[in-house]
């Protein structure tokens, strides 16, 4: 009896001690993720405006109805009521003119989208008298009382927790979870003592993910977000943790590998967690974007229980889920693809059962069969991509797919059509099955009706159009060997820094997604890109073309935009053309340092980026630079701080400058101290092929460049991973001195051509490197079809 009682007594205290830390921290490690988007980026310390979150709103109000994407919270990042080093209120004259409606306007439009509010802000605030702190509770506690708030993301950026205070923020957290018992703490750094119990999360390792900001490649690799994907397990897969989501916003390619990896690999109480700027993602990634949030609501349940997998499995990989139904993540973080054997059965946590359905969900979808428990089933991994894929035995989840043929599912949502994308490599056939559906009326390939073939045994037979590709799309190509110094090295480093930009992250972001066709993504982006700061900022050269003497392009001076040995302005006017002169206009003498009113300066112009020749000129607020010849290219160096406008005159005309590129951080004239060089040609190239020229070894700070020769002419690399500096718009682009890999987008012009790779070494004693190149493509090179499928 004493033994029953005994157990008994345990039990409760157990279970009083695991209810009390619900109550306390707002939720526990078995709590279902909730997906979420903060401001960060969107805004930075300036804070976010009604306006303009109001917009944000509107765009993921459009992924709900479109795509049936549900987003949880609504998170404002920093300076909505508290900014860097201070504490703020709701009745200050600075949160009224940014929310003149205070938050009643933007609760509404979240509550109407079902998604509930959160804050960025910091621990304190509660001053140094009663009457003050009493103010600063009374603010925080009405959020949640009058806005059901869903987090506080406390961050020691505003300032830290004053240790006789603590008590003070314990009885406040208790009263906010009175009215949200669900309230979310972030622990941002805080360094908390007894308040720690009341925070529902720590910032794991302290990182944040904003690529080739926060966040870089340590290695060579086929995009920028390699660094970010080669993150770890949270210690011991503890959920309660915050590794800061999945930043979009900048260097946007393989983007949906790191959100997997963050949303179903680590799976933790904020997830799929994002902030930024979705909205310059191209029109036709939101149907993905909404997939891996609906598919992560979809396995939710599966999601809160994880386990670690054997090292077979490749780098940090995890299977979530319960004895029926496993969800596996993998990753593969090198150049080469790599087969991995998945076990159905205990090894991955699945109970023993009688069948087993695998299904693929990234990066493609693919149901890849029906197997016995205990089978194995082996799946590619591609380089530098991740891989989602659900195991179910038994009572498996049906859900609609297509047998056959890899796809994507573009829409799922009740009362409209399911889309789907049918995917294969030119010149292949495949006879494909419908599945998952039983109350079909009508469907659709390519508009013609299949409803009566597309659901039989045998399926009905598709084919791709194209000519069959010879070789896999992702291969290498070349080792590059150790040359003599080219006598056009000049011309070589040139070619590529004119391929480049200066421009903030975010400008390169949009450039890469092209213009938008969809009103509340279009909106989005405006309003981000005409906000004061930002223009304010002269972070981009489109600046010094739009006829305003009220906007410039400079050397930012936020955080650090760096120049590169002094830096030089180049000017690109897009094609070589006859030039009567060449006007450059700054706003005043301070802007027009280092250069000094009426003093003689020479800027030079070419056409080939071989010859150049010099301009002699004065520098006034607006300077008058006579060419009357043809040219193509100007460097000015010394240069204007901030330069507010270029007008370019040929045949006493202003031309249009739609075609007119300007940048201001990369070196003058540097010495070459070595090169290698190598080349090949390509038979075929897969649509969205780009060269990867990985320059693996330690070069030094901007220490090596690639530059390429296709039948003698200079072709630049637009894009480079670790980026190319940038003015920034919130900080400045991480410095690196080794494993850079710069990209060059191929197309059908280049089929059969003789392409010569160079890459041109700039520190004598950092020289012992191995280039490379290969080609690969992305998205994935398949052709497609639309299918439709109706619905009774």
């Excluded at 229980?305 to 490749?314: F, R, T």
């Excluded at 120049?563 to 302005?569: L, M």
């Excluded at 006859?578 to 009113?597: A, C, G, H, T």
């Excluded at 008058?624 to 006493?652: D, S, T």
Aim: hydrophobic share 40%; proline share 4%.
């Amino acid at each position: 009896m004493k033994i029953h009682t005994c157990i008994l007594c345990v039990l409760f205290v157990c279970s009083h001690l695991f209810s009390q830390e619900v109550v306390n921290r707002g939720t526990d490690e078995k709590s279902l993720s909730r997906s979420e988007y903060f401001s960060w980026i969107n805004n930075t310390n300036e804070g976010p405006s009604e306006k303009q979150t109001l917009i944000n709103m509107d765009f993921f109000e459009w992924l709900r109805n479109e795509y049936g994407m549900e987003l949880d919270i609504y998170a404002f990042d920093a300076g909505l009521i508290d900014g860097k080093n201070f504490y703020g209120d709701m009745e200050s004259i600075r949160f009224k003119q940014k929310f003149p409606d205070g938050l009643d306007t933007v609760y509404r439009k979240a509550q109407k989208n079902g998604m509930r509010l959160g804050m960025w802000g910091g621990p304190d605030g509660f001053g140094n008298t009663l009457k003050s702190a009493q103010r600063r509770k009374d603010m925080l506690v009405s959020l949640c009382r009058d806005y059901h708030w869903a987090l506080f993301k406390f961050d020691a950026v505003c300032g830290p927790l004053r240790e006789d205070k603590e008590s003070m923020f314990i009885e406040m957290m208790k009263q906010c979870r009175e009215y949200s018992p669900d309230l979310i703490l972030l622990n941002h750094r805080l360094g908390l003592k007894k308040a720690e119990e009341y925070a529902t999360t720590f910032l794991w390792e302290g990182r944040e993910s904003y690529i080739d900001v926060n966040s870089s490649n340590t290695v060579a690799a086929t995009h920028n977000r390699v660094g970010a994907m080669s993150r770890g397990h949270a210690p011991d897969l503890r959920r309660l943790t915050e590794d800061h989501g999945v930043c979009v916003s900048s260097c946007l390619d393989y983007w949906e590998d790191e959100l997997v990896l963050q949303a179903f690999n680590r799976a933790l109480i904020l997830s799929p967690q994002i902030y930024g700027n979705p909205w310059l993602l191209s029109d036709e990634e939101y149907p993905k974007l909404a997939r891996i949030f609906n598919l992560h609501k979809r396995f939710a349940e599966c999601l809160v229980s994880g386990m670690k997998l054997p090292e077979s499995y490749g780098e940090y990989a995890v299977s979530r889920g319960n004895d029926s139904v496993r969800v596996v993540t993998l990753r593969n973080l090198s150049w080469l693809p790599r087969t991995i054997t998945v076990r159905l059965d205990e090894e991955i946590g699945l109970k023993k059962g009688k069948r087993v359905v695998c299904r693929m969900y990234h990066p493609v979808e693919r149901i890849s069969g029906i197997y016995s428990y205990g089978q194995s089933v082996e799946v590619m991994v591609l380089p530098f991509r991740s891989l989602l894929l659900s195991v179910s035995s038994d009572k498996c989840i049906e859900e609609f797919g297509v047998e056959g043929v890899d796809f994507e599912i573009i829409k799922d949502v009740s009362g409209k059509p399911v889309e789907m994308r049918l995917l294969g490599f030119p010149g292949t056939e495949a006879n494909i099955r419908l599945t998952g559906v039983s109350d079909i009326e009508k469907v659709e390939i390519s508009g013609k009706d299949v409803t009566k073939s597309v659901t039989r045994k045998n399926g009905v037979k598709i084919s791709f159009l194209g000519e069959k590709y010879t070789e896999f799309y992702h291969r290498k190509l070349v080792e590059l060997f150790p040359s003599s110094i080219p006598r056009d090295a000049a011309a070589l480093y040139e070619a590529t820094v004119f391929a480049a930009d200066n421009n903030a992250l975010e400008v390169r972001s949009l450039c890469r997604s092209g213009n938008t066709k969809i009103a509340q993504v279009k909106a989005a982006r405006e309003a981000f890109f005409t906000q004061p700061a930002f223009i304010n900022r002269g972070v981009w050269d489109k600046n010094l073309f739009d006829g305003r003497m009220n906007t410039f392009f400079g050397v930012s001076k936020i955080k650090g935009g760096r120049r590169i040995k002094g830096g030089c302005f180049r000017l690109d006017l897009g094609h070589s053309l006859f030039v009567d002169s060449i006007r450059i206009k700054v706003n005043n003498e301070y802007m027009l340092q280092p250069l000094m009113m009426a003093e003689g300066n020479f800027a030079r112009i070419s056409s080939d980026l071989k010859t150049w020749e010099s301009i002699l000129f004065l520098a006034d607020t607006t300077m008058n630079l006579k060419i009357e010849k043809e040219m193509r290219y100007l460097k000015l160096n010394p240069f204007p701080e901030a330069i507010a406008e270029v007008e370019v005159y040929a045949g006493g005309k202003k031309l249009n400058s739609e075609n007119f590129r300007a940048s201001n951080l990369f070196a003058d004239a540097v010495k070459c101290a070595g090169a290698w060089n190598g080349n090949f040609s390509l038979r075929q190239v897969p649509k969205g092929s780009y060269l990867c020229v990985a320059i693996n070894g330690r070069h030094g700070i901007e220490g090596a460049y690639a530059t390429l020769k296709v039948d003698g002419q200079y072709i630049g690399a637009a894009s480079r991973a670790v980026s190319y500096p940038a003015n920034p718009w919130e900080n400045a682009t991480v410095l690196s001195d080794s494993n850079y890999t710069y990209f060059f987008p191929l197309d059908k012009s280049m089929e059969g051509k003789q392409i010569e790779v160079f890459v041109l070494g700039y520190e004598s004693d950092k020289l012992n490197l191995k280039p490379e190149v290969w080609i690969t493509a992305y998205p994935i090179p398949y052709e497609e079809k639309l299918m439709k499928v109706y619905r009774r």
